[in-house]
């Protein structure tokens, strides 16, 4: 069973939508003891990364997380769970996860529209099993005001550009974390999804 | 670097796709769900759902299309038309929408905007435009005043200054319809979308008049709008959603084509 984590931000049902469409059993949960068993665990989200801590402490989510996560079960951060899982982010001063080391930045405005919304490329510095069998040209799907900004440069597994070069996708060891939304990209967002599935943590 | 986006505009009314002209005189194509699964296999980026049901008690419909749409369909899709309070923001965004776009009832309470994007995020709330030429005066600055109730009742509203108050309440997006050129295949209203995307700094679409790529070319390079919606240059097969990425692709302009 995977299981995604329910911390009431934003609608989780689109990543349960396209699991069932690749037959793939999951659970919406925020119940400890279904995240703690889970095959994997996928981390998603929309909204504010404040409101997002606020219930992830107060749901007792916070040490459940961690646990999960240093057991080596896959783990898969999107959009706002991807900056979640940092130390810390710039959007209302959120004291965050910290199970990769850096920080969330917003984008500077000026010559860029806020958020950046649409279809983007990757460079892909470093081969992951996500990325199995997907073109390197691919575009994916982003809608974000804010970007993580990871302390180690190995954490970054690829790069988009949108004024600036930020990290689109990070991860460390059995943590992969896609800053874009693989549920709304099409069929290459489905394999990615899917590789996710067949990943066992290990690069 | 990013992409231009498409996006495929369905006027659904009772469950059936229709097409009208300036707003009026629908007629029915076709099924919103087959149309909207052949325009994803073409690799249009993203889908617009109007729903245009008269009566109230058939509202239902839409909800019953969104949700055969997100579970076939794996690309942002919005809903707008009909919707007046929260609570059908929330019916249509667990259907499975990703964007709820809101059009007379903001006009009439803004706060809908504010209270939309506080509870489900700015990034799911779209503002739709209804535009219209108007002569320049001191409350119509632009020369562009905001109509309501289909295009049928004008505000005395500057369509500049309704953008970016929008933008101020919360909206996270701004899809810009001109009923001038709506339905007419003769390009899009360039003056109006270029004054818009100059004025916010979120995301514009422009809307209305497209007939051939040419159209959007004009409308990405000289109107600078981040997206472009289209209708009936697809939904009569005059061309694909891939005949028009690959115009653009030649013309210099970022579009994502399906690999």
């Keep these: 069973m995977l299981a995604i984590i329910d911390y009431k931000a934003g609608n989780l049902t689109s990543v349960k939508r396209a699991l069932a469409h690749l037959d793939i059993l999951c659970a919406i949960t925020d119940k400890p003891e279904t995240i703690l068993s889970a095959e994997r665990v996928i981390f998603p989200g929309v909204g504010a990364a404040g409101k997002a801590m606020e219930v992830i402490n107060s749901h007792g989510l916070f040490h459940v997380i961690h646990e999960v996560v240093s057991r080596g079960t896959p783990f898969l951060g999107i959009c706002l769970g991807t900056q979640i899982i940092l130390e810390r982010s710039e959007e209302d001063t959120a004291t965050c996860l910290g199970i990769i080391s850096g920080m969330a930045r917003r984008f500077a405005g000026g010559e860029i529209k806020i958020p950046h919304m649409g279809w983007n490329t990757l460079s892909v510095r470093r081969p992951h099993s996500i990325l199995k069998g997907i073109d390197p040209r691919t575009q994916f799907y982003f809608v974000h005001s804010y970007y993580p900004v990871p302390l180690n440069q190995e954490d970054i597994i690829a790069t988009t550009d949108y004024n600036v070069s930020f990290a689109s996708i990070i991860g460390h060891q059995n943590v992969v974390a896609t800053q874009f939304h693989p549920e709304k990209s099409g069929q290459v967002g489905l394999r990615l999804l899917k590789n996710f599935c067949e990943w066992d943590g290990v690069l | ?259």
């Design chain 2, 1 to 259: 670097m990013l992409s231009k986006r498409i996006i495929i505009c369905l006027d659904v009314r009772e469950g059936k796709t229709t097409k009208g002209v300036k707003f009026e005189g629908n007629i029915e194509i076709g099924n919103p769900v087959s149309m909207a699964r052949e325009y994803y296999e073409q690799g249009v980026d993203e889908l617009v759902f109007y729903d245009i049901t008269a009566s109230s008690d058939k509202r239902n419909i839409i909800i019953e299309v969104v949700d055969a749409v997100a579970k076939n369909i794996f690309i942002p899709f919005a809903v707008g038309g009909g919707i007046r309070t929260l609570d059908d923001m929330y019916a249509v965004l667990s259907a499975g929408a990703e964007k709820i776009s809101v059009n007379t009832a903001a006009v009439v309470t803004p706060d809908l905007i504010s209270e939309g994007a506080k509870i489900f995020g700015s990034q799911c709330v779209v503002l739709g435009m209804d535009a219209k030429k108007a002569p320049k005066t001191s409350a119509i600055p632009s020369g562009y005043e905001v109509y309501i109730n289909g295009g049928r009742t004008p505000m005395g509203i500057d369509a500049v200054r309704w953008a970016r108050e929008a933008q101020n309440l919360g909206a996270g997006e701004i899809c810009l319809n001109s009923i001038d050129a709506d339905g007419t295949n003769e390009g899009y209203e360039l003056i109006i979308t270029e004054k818009i995307s100059q004025a916010v700094t979120i995301p514009v679409i422009a809307s209305g008049g497209a007939g051939k790529p040419e159209h959007l070319k004009d409308v990405f390079m000289q109107a600078h709008a981040d997206a472009a919606l289209i209708a009936s240059m697809v939904h009569y097969k005059q061309y694909t959603v891939g005949e028009i990425k690959s115009y653009l692709a030649h013309e210099g302009i970022p579009v994502r084509e399906l690999i």
